[in-house]
């Protein structure tokens, strides 16, 4: 299994500056190849990896937010070769098809199939097989997911008791959006990645989706910094590195 970053950018401020790209990430798994939280301009990131989007899998939104969300469309005319062939899953919540929907209705029809995500729930792709958290503690619904035990992805949520068994696994890979904790902002602040990363004991812990806090105290030094407190490896996703998992 490998996993690449087309982006490390979280939240608004990142994201409109693209002081780093917000294409989210790339899985590949023997033949099955899956774009998560595909974000603004994850169609380039993925061109410029000379990534054949005709023979992507699926495309897994965790979150209607635009930082998660901004290139479905586009990704699913890709998947699709620009709807002329029947192919390929989308998987997202619920919300981001019904009220104020980020997927546009003229292209649903393109991929084989579009699944609703519901909490705890395992889903196939060709093989490969991911499921759900329980619902996140976010603006919108939102779920983290688990490759088996291989990958765990804890996407945007407030910290809540349960976080870290839910997504543990070899590899974790944590959204560390802002330095201190904020109680109106539903998002995990470093201390909350810290106690995750504690408590789960993966074998290596990848931090992404970067907020401006997190990127101006250089997400390079706090991964190195919590590698030397937990005796875990911590690393900072960097645009375009890819893990063996
Ligand atoms: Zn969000």
């Known amino acids: 299994m490998k996993l690449t ?4 950018a979280g939240a608004r401020f990142m994201v409109a500056k693209q002081l780093a790209a917000s294409g989210g990430m790339y899985l590949e798994d023997g033949a099955t190849r899956i774009s998560l939280d595909p974000g603004p301009g994850a169609i380039v990131q993925y061109a410029k990896r000379k990534v054949d989007l ?4 699926a495309i897994v939104i965790s979150h209607r ?11 699913v005319e890709a998947m699709t070769d620009g709807g002329f062939k029947h192919r390929g899953r989308l998987y997202c ?12 209705n003229y292209l649903r029809r ?12 395992s889903y196939s792709v060709n093989g490969t097989t991911f499921t759900t958290s329980p619902q996140h503690i976010h603006q919108s619904e ?7 035990d291989r990958l765990g992805w804890v996407t945007d949520s407030k910290y809540y008791d349960g976080i870290a068994e839910q997504h543990k696994a070899e590899v974790m890979v944590i959204h ?8 109106e902002l539903p998002h995990l602040c470093l201390d ?4 995750i990363i504690r408590d789960a004991k993966p074998r290596l812990a990848i931090l992404t989706h970067f907020g401006m806090t997190v990127w101006r105290a250089h997400p390079w030094e706090l991964a190195a910094d919590l590698t030397q407190k937990l005796g875990i490896e911590v690393k900072a996703a960097r645009d375009g590195m890819s893990v063996e998992l």
């Open 142 to 148: 939102t779920y983290g997911f688990r490759f088996g």
């Open 176 to 183: 560390t959006v802002l330095m201190q904790c904020r109680d």
């Open 5 to 8: 970053f087309m982006g490390t």
């Open 93 to 104: 919540p619920s919300d981001a098809l019904d009220e104020d929907p980020v997927v546009l």
């Open 192 to 195: 909350d990645v810290a106690r």
């Open 65 to 75: 937010h635009l930082d998660h969300s901004g290139d479905v469309n586009v990704m």
């Open 110 to 121: 393109f991929p084989e199939e579009i699944i609703r995500l519901e909490p705890d729930t």
């Open 54 to 57: 005709t023979k992507l899998d």
